[in-house]
């Protein structure tokens, strides 16, 4: 208490005695300092913090929240890792993609995903012109080259992979491999995280299935109706995904294929929840109920899960707001 009075005491004196042009010198002088001593490395992994993370803010997602919590763990608290952690998201839009990359990327630097050892690519806006494929190539692969070699425990979040196009898939494969080593640098403390809407159609029809025949959502699991062998099955077919050309399916580079389960009604409602909190609202539940009701539903008859996900919720929200 004494400690914050003097402060206050001297902050109050500071402004008081010194010119406007000081109190801007001192507060930049301040700013470069505080940037300065701010340190932008790796956190201390906490598994439980990470496990608290997942369950307080990830809704409806019992398989990722199991998949990723263990895969991270055991990737984070190995000293000495034979590859690096590759993580392939699946699921329709707004399910929690790239939410989740962020949750992880949190519990994994200190200035989560603001880290500049957080890079995340979107093909259509990083690459979009196939006529510079080439040049797109070199610099993706100068890329990951120079911000691992530089900082091991780099992360590369890699948003609309199945639109990516198969030649820049390639360059990623050699980084993604057992031992892998480029020109000296090793890779095995890297993180990729490739996220697709690539099987989410299949994943939905699992869900459904599930749902008609009065199961209850939890126990569905990776295994459950071979859902990890149906994504990639439905990967393959896919004539317009960059995955069914690329090689890194078949050399088995992907650690975990993670599906995405379709969001209900309960799931949104509480994003609507969490965006009144971020917003500075009181978190009013029929409110939210009725933010939730007014967003589409699939199947037309049954209209169980939400067609965009928690996508937009905020948008709506603030029509509601007013
Ligand atoms: N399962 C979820 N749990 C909590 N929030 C979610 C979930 N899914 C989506 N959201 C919210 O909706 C927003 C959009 O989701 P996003 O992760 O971008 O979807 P995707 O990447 O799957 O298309 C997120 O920023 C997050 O606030
Ligand atoms: C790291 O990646 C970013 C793009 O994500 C790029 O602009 C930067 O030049 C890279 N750094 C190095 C050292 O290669």
New binding site residues.
Partial sequence: MKVHLLIVLLLVSNITLSSGFLDFFAAAASYVIHKFLEQDDLLPFDFKGLEKDLRD?????HI?SDVVLKAVKSFMTDSNPNKPLVLS?H????????????IIARNVYKKGDQSKHVHIYISEHHFPHRNKLDLYSEQLKQWIHGNVSSFPHSMFIF?EMDKMQPQLIDVIKPFLDYEANVDGVSFRNAIFIF?S?AGGNVIAEVALDFWREGKDREELWMNSKELETKILQNIFNDKNSGFLHSSIIDHHLVDHYIP?LP?ELK?VR??VM??MHHLNMIQDYDLADEVARDLPFFPAEEKIFAVK???S??QKLVLYAD
């Fill in positions: 803010s990830l809704f409806g997602q990722v998201f699921g329709t839009a707004g399910v929690g993609k790239n939410h989740v990359a962020k948003d996220l809407n995405f969001l799931h509480q994003c969490t965006e996900g928690c996508k919720v905020r």
